[in-house]
């Protein structure tokens, strides 16, 4: 159980298997490695918002507004392929305005001092009414063979965007680890005043959540106009609540300086697995979201009673010295424990 509480990915990675292992019992012929590449391509998506959400948390702050911005990235690549840019550019265009979109959340967080719900929440709004204003509503079509192709099976069965996606999670997950860099955005999330004390630059180090939070949104918004080959007006609606979802399944704290890229990533998978078990077994799309918060509220309940009883088991640990003498033994300390009568 205490392995289980410290290693949140491994927890994580149980659900992921034993719901395989419900499937396979339930329906033989539904399982394969065909459907484990599917769900990983359909998870792509939020495994990189599951990424930028997770450095935004460490922080302790939260970033509801990359919906929005996998939107208007996805509408800034489109528009700029359909005006005759060149896919680099184009991506490139898309990528800049997802920083700039994350870096804007981290100013009115940072240096304007508004709560990040607050702020992120008035930004939700403003990068979705610019998609719109920008489009006027219509829907992106028309989008070149060129970055469809990227979404294309190259290597078992993975696309480029799969590939960098776990290139990605690999070099993210090394630096958060094994890096000053990556360590201060757990500092900073831990304990504020601490980390202001050992030299972290604090400001600097929210902003860069924030930036890159925007970054990977936009590539978010890039693999979506990818994979499907159009852009519809209401790209990216939701998906910041499954992010964050993702991040507390695969163990990221809402406190802060707890959790990593792989537990979030897991998480991100998970999800997308409920959904594709769903249409597997061919029930209502309705039942996605209602199914997929039962399971987090469930998960949330569960690991709750789970450190509640960790907490009541170190303090029984704690005191286990300070027992109340019993009759015939030696040397057991007295409970609780006395005071030592100063020395005059």
Not at 20 to 37: E, I, P, R, Y
Not at 109 to 115: A, C, G, H, K, S
Request: aromatic share 10%.
């Amino acid at each position: 159980m205490r392995k289980l509480l410290k290693n949140r990915e491994l927890s994580a990675l149980l659900a992921i298997l034993a719901l395989f292992v419900g499937l396979v019992a339930l329906n033989h012929d539904s399982f394969s490695l065909q459907t484990v590449s599917m769900i990983f391509t359909s998870a792509q998506i939020l495994i990189l918002l599951a990424m930028g959400a997770t450095l935004v948390m460490l922080t302790r702050n939260i970033d509801v507004s990359v919906g929005s911005t996998v939107g208007l990235c996805a509408i800034a690549v489109g528009v700029a392929l359909n005006a005759g840019y060149s896919l680099p550019l184009a991506i490139l265009f898309a990528l800049a305005m997802g920083a700039a979109a994350g870096f804007f959340n981290g100013v009115l967080v940072v240096w304007l001092r508004i709560p990040a719900i607050v702020a992120t929440l008035g930004t939700l709004g403003l990068y979705r009414g610019g998609m719109l204003l920008w489009t006027g509503g219509k829907w992106i079509e028309g989008l070149p063979a060129t970055l469809k192709s990227l979404s294309e099976p190259l290597v078992l069965g993975v696309s480029f965007f799969g590939l960098l996606v776990i290139a990605l999670l690999a070099f993210g997950s090394w630096g958060l680890a094994k890096t000053a860099f990556g360590r201060d955005f757990y500092a900073v999330g831990d304990n504020l005043a601490a980390a202001r004390q050992l030299g972290v630059s604090v400001n600097r180090t929210r902003l860069l959540a924030f930036t890159f939070n925007g970054l990977l949104a936009a590539l978010a918004g890039v693999l979506f106009a990818s994979q499907i080959g159009f852009v519809p007006n209401q790209t990216g609606s939701g998906l910041e609540m499954k992010a964050i979802a993702a991040c507390v399944l695969g163990g990221i704290s809402l406190l802060g300086g707890t959790g990593t890229l792989v537990g979030a990533c897991l998480g991100a998978f998970f999800l997308t697995q409920i959904d594709t078990v769903l249409v597997l077994f061919k029930l209502p799309a309705w039942w996605n979201d209602f199914i997929a918060g039962l399971v987090l509220l469930g998960v949330l309940v569960l690991d709750g009673r789970l450190r509640q009883a960790l907490m009541r088991h170190q303090r029984a640990q704690k005191y286990a010295r300070f027992v109340p003498p019993q009759h015939g033994s030696k040397n057991v300390a007295p409970f609780p424990p006395r005071k030592k009568k100063e020395v005059a």
